[in-house]
DNA sequence: CCTTCACTTAACCTAGCGGTTAAGTGAAGG
DNA sequence: CCTTCACTTAACCGCTAGGTTAAGTGAAGG
């Protein structure tokens, strides 16, 4: 899973396209594993071991009725990868590139450092 | 990285602290592999070929100028994933919780489905 | 009860990750 | 030239992921 932080988890979680599909399916309603298990053309043990690992990243909760155990969407863990990705929207959304290219030009300016063939960035 | 497609490119590409470390510095300046390994703490092979992740996700682009090779963050692919994510942040945001138990209501009503103990969900 | 249903766990497979060290490459420079 | 610098590629390692089939579990029900 990369790291063992959080984060990690959850877009670990999401890096796979059949979890992304259990998550749109749970946005809808609660679900069995049966029920999620019938568009998705594997096994019914793999699906069982995808939601072990959204349960992991605190994506799902689980809960038991009788012999039916329901998967229900805990999207909280979202909102931190949202904002992890949020903060490099200026790189992205056009509205802000004017502002992103006066930021690196703050960041240029200044004393102008040196820049040798030694030291192409002027860092040293 | 389990899919092959572009969102699961970059939510793997995400899930490793290692790369984020390097898209935040990437956010900051252009930066070469020796940079980018001094903080990292491992070695050079390895930044590298986190960097080869991150270019296949197109969250890089890599210039060579002599003998140095220069990382650019090309945050574009984050939109796709910033997207996908936000389809669900109306089940994280608070200001959305009212709606969002309006619209669940919505979906449950109609003509009250039958629920019996064989189907305790009325999907039959 | 014994079976069926709805799962979960176990055992196994192949493939890929992330790290290492060591060897290869290609531009710069004395 | 030959070396040094800044990488990249190769070979290897242990570990994990995601799939399978088969066996185990535990509540419902004739």
Same mark, same amino acid.
């Given at each position: 899973?990369?790291?063992?932080?959080?984060?990690?988890?959850?877009?670990?979680?999401? @890096?796979? =396209?059949? $979890?992304?599909a259990i998550i749109a399916e749970l946005a809808e309603r609660d679900a069995?594993?049966?029920? %999620? #298990?019938?568009?998705?053309?594997?096994?019914?043990?793999?699906?069982?071991?995808?939601?072990?690992?959204?349960?992991?990243a605190a994506l799902i909760s689980r809960s038991r009725s009788g012999k039916?155990?329901?998967?229900?969407?805990? @999207?909280? =863990?979202? $909102?931190?990868?949202?904002?992890?990705?949020?903060?490099?929207?200026?790189?992205?959304?056009?509205? %802000? #590139?004017?502002?992103?290219?006066?930021?690196?030009?703050?960041?240029?300016?200044?004393?102008?450092?040196?820049?040798?063939?030694?030291?192409?960035?002027?860092?040293?």
């Open positions: 899973m990369a790291g063992t932080d959080q984060l990690s988890a959850v877009f670990s979680a999401l @890096a796979d =396209p059949t $979890r992304r069995t594993v049966t029920e %999620l #298990t019938a568009p998705l053309s594997i096994s019914m043990p793999a699906v069982s071991r995808h939601l072990k690992v959204l349960q992991r039916w155990r329901a998967s229900h969407l805990e @999207a909280a =863990p979202l $909102r931190e990868a949202a904002d992890w990705i949020e903060r490099y929207r200026r790189f992205w959304d056009s509205s %802000l #590139t004017r502002l992103d290219a006066h930021l690196a030009a703050m960041r240029t300016a200044g004393p102008a450092p040196d820049r040798t063939v030694d030291d192409p960035r002027g860092l040293a």
